[in-house]
């Protein structure tokens, strides 16, 4: 094993211990309860997912989402059909997304830059109108796809499980998936799909999709076919908001088509950015900070806020409170639209890329470029000479 | 010898009613060094660039070793063993120096698509190790671990060189190799493909330098106003009068 | 027959919306290299200076209801018509072209605002980078609208005098079936003196020349000493100006709301992808083109055919176009292939 190999099982056992342990260390920030950290998870993956595409390839894809949507009707559809096991639900949820992923990627590849962007954007698009509207037989259109007692759930009754008044809960071998177990399911599919993300990133593969990002035109004239490449990487993601998708649905058994809308696309963009593009960890941390924050500024309403300015003088207070309630409550996508621009402007590195200037501040890890690089090709030239 | 390897036939390219070829027949034997050479805009660059499958020929074709590359995209020609070193270079700028090479390696290893995604990259040795004698052998042996775009342009040019070579490629395409270069980095190149040379590696070499095209060629095609006016040895091209009007008259020999 | 023309008809002012919003993307993407998110945004902005206008324009007083004469009835009237009882009814019936007056000056210095302070330093920067700083700011814009206006819907009234529809069927003798409501037809007329006066100014205009003369090769009018990001910072104002004019005559159409900017740029982004990147004419002929086949798709006898083909049919044909005609319609070899 060479020191590359070791130091990545170092990164991943890190990784996978920060996750189990999240009900701890989450504890002083009051966000240890199993729903948000469940989201965190969900997230996480879905983050992870779309920095294969976006961090390795930089194919900027406006329609994530969509994947995400379809992941949840696939995993409902297999609720209501088969099993209230999630296992085959989120088999499922994988395939079927990356199925749709290779659809939509085969045409959206065709193009690269902003056209890509637009099409991916266009392609999630109509297929959140699709499921508002010709779709409602399978979406349910508005109300979103629910459980119901009268659902066939063809391998539960076949196994003799007994009928009961009421719809029954998701679960894995018996175990409901709400609350802590919930998480823990989220967490371990969590770092398998780092893991998986790790071996990517790590492999002539990911090196391939890297050196694309860096220069396509080359990459032809190298003798590499890029488009498998890019199809694969967008598949790839695909599956991984499906897996983020079916996930949704597994703590919470119904699927919405607003979980296809723009802005859901746009957040996992901004968790990937926020946390740093590119890098293995960043999108995990930046959809953790995203969910945090959403659960924090959402649930401030306004007179919380006259509390937590109370102590300011009346008329400041009135003030600061109309401020701030724009950003809080129903106001969080202000917040979000305020971030994704600060990050843009001011941290395009993302906090990846924050935490390592710092630790360059204290000397911690050398830059990799090097001044003396002309100098040395002079000597050589003469020598050579 | 008299193998031949490329066979440029009856190729026309032009450009809004512009003839950038005419009537280009041009045969590169196995092993040889074949130099095009011509005036500026006489259409070098735009031969190289149907040969690499950049460009489509309006009509003739283009073969390599019995194969059409005419329409071929260009990874396929690049797999058939014709390799491109380009005269701006073409590197990738955010890899290390080491990996901008290895990439070609493991395209000509591995082939223009495969999903090795469980592998490790900085796990195949040898592909690594044969990334770091080339470039030692080109004088950057002491940064492998630099991203490329730390490089000064002579080296980023001399890197370029090494991601032809790594390939180890039937038919090197060399575009103006010196091109900008200092004197001592022109002769350095110089050595360099002549020790490439003995290896016995057939190369295509675009130069206006004429230093360089006599020390190296063993034959010499000159283009001038899109079209082929002489083909022969140094010899017999230095002695040719159209040459010397076409072309010759312009530059100190 | 009556039933093709009658969809002709209502495609054409949804597609002069899309080409109005198009011309501006297009144009501002061929001087500046900027990908705007926030374009749409600012059409929905136009829309809401409509809104404004009226609300300002209708601010009320409680008076005397004196039509109830049994108890002591108040009703909403506003000032200025109590003020001024001749004019003001008039000025408030006219409120949406009124507001036109309004928007040219807010549009423009919003353009000119978002350029300087934002744009304008984005130009180095890779497109992923413009596309996501401007969608934060498509977000902040529509957020910032929705508290203020609430999420649903303001209906907007056309003058009364235009609330009608015209015969157009009588007019040429085919037949009564076929109806234009006056204020669509008002609204397809001034979009295409908008993009007339467009092409005009980019026509005749010596700065207009510059600007085509950017959109064909930036670096060439680099070269000849224009300073072109300055002197295109106006091509800014002007994309703005457009698209919050067409925002402001389209509401009587559609009612705005916080989300409509979205909804259009998405559909002009295609409009753009379809007509070819840096086409203006093709950002017109396709901002028409898919406003009438979108029309043709919801006739009820296509649906009943192809269910819910109204809701994708603009995504299919863009996608049919960049699989036939990897360039769109009139795009040009070299724009955005790298």
Same mark, same amino acid.
């Given at each position: 094993?060479?020191?590359?190999?070791?130091?990545?099982?170092?990164?991943?056992?890190?990784?996978?211990?920060?996750?189990?342990?999240?009900?701890?260390? %989450?504890?002083?920030?009051?966000?240890?309860?199993?729903?948000?950290?469940?989201?965190?998870?969900?997230?996480?993956?879905?983050?992870?997912?779309?920095?294969?595409?976006?961090?390795?390839?930089? &194919?900027?894809?406006?329609?994530?989402?969509?994947?995400?949507?379809?992941?949840?009707?696939?995993?409902?559809?297999?609720?209501?059909?088969?099993?209230?096991?999630?296992?085959?639900?989120?088999?499922?949820?994988?395939?079927?997304?990356?199925?749709?992923?290779?659809?939509?990627?085969?045409?959206? %590849?065709?193009?690269?830059?902003? &056209?890509?962007?637009?099409?991916?954007?266009?392609?999630?698009?109509?297929?959140?109108?699709?499921? &508002?509207?010709?779709?409602?037989?399978?979406?349910?259109?508005?109300?979103? %796809?629910?459980?119901?007692?009268?659902?066939?759930?063809?391998?539960?009754?076949?196994?003799?499980?007994?009928?009961?008044?009421?719809?029954?809960?998701?679960?894995?071998?018996?175990?409901?998936?709400?609350?802590?177990?919930?998480?823990?399911?989220?967490?371990?599919?969590?770092?398998?799909?780092?893991?998986?993300?790790?071996?990517?990133?790590?492999?002539?593969?990911?090196?391939?999709?890297?050196?694309?990002?860096?220069?396509?035109?080359?990459?032809?004239?190298?003798?590499?076919?890029?488009?498998?490449?890019?199809?694969?990487?967008?598949?790839?993601?695909?599956?991984?908001?499906?897996?983020?998708?079916?996930?949704?649905?597994?703590?919470?058994?119904?699927?919405?088509?607003?979980?296809?809308?723009?802005?859901?696309?746009?957040?996992?963009?901004?968790?990937?950015?926020?946390?740093?593009?590119?890098?293995?960890?960043?999108?995990?941390?930046?959809?953790? #900070?995203?969910?945090?924050?959403?659960?924090?500024?959402?649930? !401030?309403?306004?007179?919380?806020?006259?509390?937590? !300015?109370?102590?300011?003088?009346?008329?400041?207070?009135?003030?600061?409170?109309?401020?701030?309630?724009?950003?809080?409550?129903?106001?969080?996508?202000?917040?979000?639209?305020?971030?994704?621009?600060?990050? #843009?402007?001011?941290?395009?590195?993302?906090?990846?890329?924050?935490?390592?200037?710092?630790?360059?501040? !204290?000397?911690?890890?050398?830059?990799?470029?090097?001044?003396?690089?002309?100098?040395?090709?002079?000597?050589?030239?003469?020598?050579?000479? | 010898?008299?193998?031949?390897?490329?066979?440029?036939? =009856?190729?026309?390219?032009?450009?809004?009613?512009?003839?950038?070829?005419?009537?280009?027949?041009?045969?590169?034997?196995?092993?040889?060094?074949?130099?095009?050479?011509?005036?500026?805009?006489?259409?070098?660059?735009?031969?190289?660039?149907?040969?690499?499958?950049?460009?489509?020929?309006?009509?003739?074709?283009?073969?390599? =070793?019995?194969?059409?590359?005419?329409?071929?995209?260009?990874?396929?020609?690049?797999?058939?063993?014709?390799?491109?070193?380009?005269?701006?270079?073409?590197?990738?700028?955010?890899?290390?120096?080491?990996?901008?090479?290895?990439?070609?390696?493991?395209?000509?290893?591995?082939?223009?698509?495969?999903?090795?995604?469980?592998?490790?990259?900085?796990?195949?040795?040898?592909?690594? /190790?044969?990334?770091?004698?080339?470039?030692?052998?080109?004088?950057?042996?002491?940064?492998?671990?630099?991203?490329?775009?730390?490089?000064?342009?002579? /080296?980023?040019?001399?890197?370029?060189?090494?991601?032809?070579?790594?390939? /180890?490629?039937?038919?090197?395409?060399?575009?103006?190799?010196?091109?900008?270069?200092?004197?001592?980095?022109?002769?350095?190149?110089?050595?360099?493909?002549?020790?490439?040379?003995?290896?016995?590696?057939?190369?295509?070499?675009?130069?206006? /330098?004429?230093?360089?095209?006599?020390?190296?060629?063993?034959?010499?095609?000159?283009?001038?106003?899109?079209?082929?006016?002489?083909?022969?040895?140094?010899?017999?091209?230095?002695?040719?009068?159209?040459?010397?009007?076409?072309?010759?008259?312009?530059?100190?020999? | 027959?009556?039933?093709?023309?009658?969809?002709?008809?209502?495609?054409?002012?949804?597609?002069?919306?899309?080409?109005?919003?198009? $011309?501006?993307?297009?144009?501002?993407?061929?001087? $500046?290299?900027?990908?705007?998110?926030?374009?749409?945004?600012?059409?929905?902005?136009?829309?809401?200076?409509?809104?404004?206008?009226?609300?300002?324009?209708?601010?009320?007083?409680?008076?005397?209801?004196?039509?109830?004469?049994?108890?002591?009835?108040?009703?909403?009237?506003?000032?200025?018509?109590?003020?001024?009882?001749?004019?003001?009814?008039?000025?408030?019936?006219? *409120?949406?072209?009124?507001?036109?007056?309004?928007?040219?000056?807010?549009?423009?210095?919003?353009?000119?605002?978002?350029?300087?302070?934002?744009?304008?330093?984005?130009?180095?920067?890779?497109?992923?980078?413009?596309?996501?700083?401007?969608?934060?700011?498509?977000?902040?814009?529509?957020?910032?609208?929705?508290?203020?206006?609430?999420?649903?819907?303001?209906?907007?009234?056309?003058?009364?005098?235009?609330?009608?529809?015209?015969?157009?069927?009588?007019?040429?003798?085919?037949?009564?079936?076929?109806?234009?409501?006056?204020?669509?037809?008002?609204?397809?007329?001034?979009?295409?003196?908008?993009?007339?006066?467009?092409?005009?100014?980019?026509?005749?205009?010596?700065?207009?020349?510059?600007?085509?003369?950017?959109?064909?090769?930036?670096?060439?009018?680099?070269?000849?000493?224009?300073?072109?990001?300055?002197?295109?910072?106006?091509?800014?104002?002007?994309?703005?100006?457009?698209?919050?004019?067409?925002?402001?005559?389209?509401?009587?159409?559609?009612?705005?709301?916080?989300?409509?900017?979205?909804?259009?740029?998405?559909?002009?982004?295609?409009?753009?992808?379809?007509?070819?990147?840096? *086409?203006?004419?093709?950002?017109?002929?396709?901002?028409?083109?898919?406003?009438?086949?979108?029309?043709?798709?919801?006739?009820?006898?296509?649906?009943?055919?192809?269910?819910?083909?109204?809701?994708?049919?603009?995504?299919?044909?863009?996608?049919?176009?960049?699989?036939?005609?990897?360039?769109?319609?009139?795009?040009?070899?070299?724009?955005?292939?790298?």
């Amino acid at each position: 094993m060479n020191k590359s190999a070791i130091s990545d099982w170092v990164l991943f056992f890190g990784f996978a211990a920060a996750i189990l342990t999240m009900p701890v260390w %989450l504890a002083p920030f009051g966000a240890n309860y199993p729903d948000l950290m469940q989201k965190f998870a969900i997230f996480g993956v879905f983050a992870i997912g779309f920095n294969i595409l976006f961090g390795l390839t930089g &194919y900027l894809s406006f329609g994530h989402a969509a994947f995400l949507g379809v992941g949840s009707y696939t995993v409902v559809w297999s609720y209501k059909l088969l099993t209230m096991n999630i296992i085959p639900g989120i088999i499922f949820a994988v395939i079927v997304s990356g199925i749709f992923a290779f659809l939509i990627g085969y045409v959206s %590849l065709r193009r690269s830059g902003i &056209y890509f962007s637009i099409l991916t954007l266009a392609f999630a698009q109509m297929s959140y109108n699709l499921a &508002y509207s010709v779709l409602t037989p399978i979406t349910n259109g508005e109300t979103g %796809l629910q459980l119901t007692l009268s659902d066939p759930r063809i391998l539960d009754s076949m196994a003799g499980v007994a009928v009961t008044n009421s719809v029954p809960n998701p679960s894995v071998f018996g175990i409901k998936t709400s609350g802590l177990p919930g998480f823990y399911i989220c967490a371990v599919v969590l770092i398998i799909g780092f893991f998986i993300a790790l071996r990517i990133t790590r492999s002539p593969f990911g090196m391939m999709l890297k050196a694309i990002k860096s220069n396509q035109t080359r990459m032809a004239y190298t003798g590499f076919n890029t488009r498998p490449y890019l199809l694969w990487a967008f598949v790839i993601s695909g599956m991984y908001a499906g897996l983020a998708g079916g996930l949704l649905a597994v703590t919470d058994p119904l699927a919405g088509a607003e979980r296809m809308q723009w802005t859901a696309s746009g957040e996992v963009v901004l968790m990937t950015i926020l946390g740093g593009v590119g890098t293995l960890v960043g999108p995990v941390i930046g959809a953790v #900070v995203i969910k945090y924050f959403e659960n924090i500024f959402s649930s !401030f309403n306004k007179s919380e806020l006259h509390q937590v !300015f109370a102590a300011l003088p009346d008329g400041l207070e009135n003030v600061v409170v109309s401020v701030t309630s724009m950003f809080v409550g129903k106001g969080w996508h202000l917040t979000l639209g305020l971030m994704f621009m600060i990050v #843009v402007i001011f941290l395009p590195g993302g906090i990846m890329e924050g935490v390592r200037r710092v630790g360059r501040l !204290f000397g911690i890890g050398k830059p990799k470029t090097l001044k003396p690089a002309s100098v040395a090709t002079t000597e050589q030239g003469q020598a050579n000479g | 010898m008299d193998n031949v390897v490329l066979h440029v036939a =009856d190729v026309h390219k032009s450009f809004a009613g512009l003839h950038a070829l005419s009537d280009i027949d041009l045969s590169v034997r196995e092993g040889e060094t074949h130099a095009i050479i011509g005036p500026n805009g006489a259409g070098k660059s735009t031969l190289l660039n149907v040969c690499i499958g950049r460009l489509k020929p309006d009509s003739g074709h283009v073969v390599f =070793d019995g194969e059409n590359l005419t329409g071929k995209q260009p990874h396929q020609i690049n797999q058939l063993g014709v390799v491109r070193v380009f005269q701006t270079p073409e590197i990738f700028p955010e890899l290390s120096i080491l990996e901008n090479v290895m990439v070609p390696i493991l395209a000509k290893r591995d082939g223009s698509f495969k999903l090795n995604w469980f592998k490790r990259f900085s796990g195949e040795a040898e592909v690594r /190790d044969k990334a770091s004698s080339i470039l030692s052998d080109l004088g950057l042996g002491s940064m492998l671990q630099h991203d490329a775009s730390s490089l000064s342009r002579g /080296d980023k040019r001399r890197l370029e060189l090494a991601m032809g070579l790594s390939q /180890d490629p039937r038919l090197l395409l060399l575009d103006e190799p010196t091109a900008g270069m200092a004197r001592h980095d022109t002769n350095a190149t110089i050595e360099l493909l002549k020790d490439i040379k003995a290896t016995g590696m057939t190369k295509v070499i675009i130069e206006h /330098d004429m230093h360089v095209v006599f020390s190296l060629a063993d034959r010499i095609s000159v283009l001038a106003g899109g079209r082929i006016i002489c083909q022969g040895t140094p010899e017999e091209v230095k002695a040719d009068p159209r040459v010397k009007e076409a072309y010759l008259g312009e530059e100190q020999v | 027959m009556d039933a093709i023309l009658v969809q002709i008809l209502n495609g054409l002012d949804k597609g002069a919306a899309y080409a109005l919003i198009a $011309l501006g993307l297009t144009l501002v993407f061929g001087t $500046l290299g900027v990908v705007n998110f926030a374009h749409g945004a600012i059409f929905m902005i136009g829309a809401f200076c409509a809104v404004t206008l009226n609300r300002l324009l209708t601010l009320s007083t409680k008076v005397r209801d004196e039509s109830i004469t049994l108890f002591e009835a108040f009703k909403e009237v506003p000032i200025l018509t109590t003020k001024f009882p001749t004019i003001g009814p008039i000025i408030v019936d006219y *409120s949406v072209p009124l507001a036109i007056l309004v928007a040219i000056p807010i549009m423009w210095g919003l353009g000119l605002l978002m350029e300087r302070g934002l744009i304008r330093h984005f130009y180095k920067r890779p497109h992923a980078d413009q596309i996501l700083v401007t969608f934060g700011l498509a977000i902040i814009i529509q957020e910032i609208v929705k508290h203020y206006y609430g999420a649903n819907p303001i209906p907007q009234a056309a003058p009364a005098a235009f609330s009608g529809s015209l015969n157009i069927g009588a007019l040429f003798g085919l037949g009564d079936n076929i109806v234009y409501p006056w204020w669509r037809l008002i609204y397809l007329s001034f979009s295409l003196f908008i993009i007339s006066a467009v092409f005009a100014f980019l026509q005749f205009t010596t700065f207009g020349m510059v600007v085509r003369a950017g959109m064909q090769d930036r670096e060439m009018v680099g070269m000849l000493g224009i300073n072109i990001e300055r002197r295109f910072s106006l091509v800014f104002g002007l994309a703005a100006v457009v698209a919050g004019l067409a925002g402001v005559m389209y509401t009587p159409i559609l009612p705005p709301d916080y989300h409509m900017g979205m909804d259009f740029l998405v559909l002009s982004f295609v409009v753009v992808v379809v007509g070819g990147m840096g *086409s203006l004419g093709g950002a017109v002929a396709a901002g028409f083109l898919l406003g009438i086949l979108q029309s043709f798709a919801s006739m009820t006898q296509v649906k009943a055919i192809i269910p819910g083909i109204d809701q994708i049919i603009i995504y299919l044909v863009a996608v049919v176009v960049l699989l036939v005609l990897p360039r769109g319609l009139l795009g040009r070899k070299g724009v955005m292939e790298d």
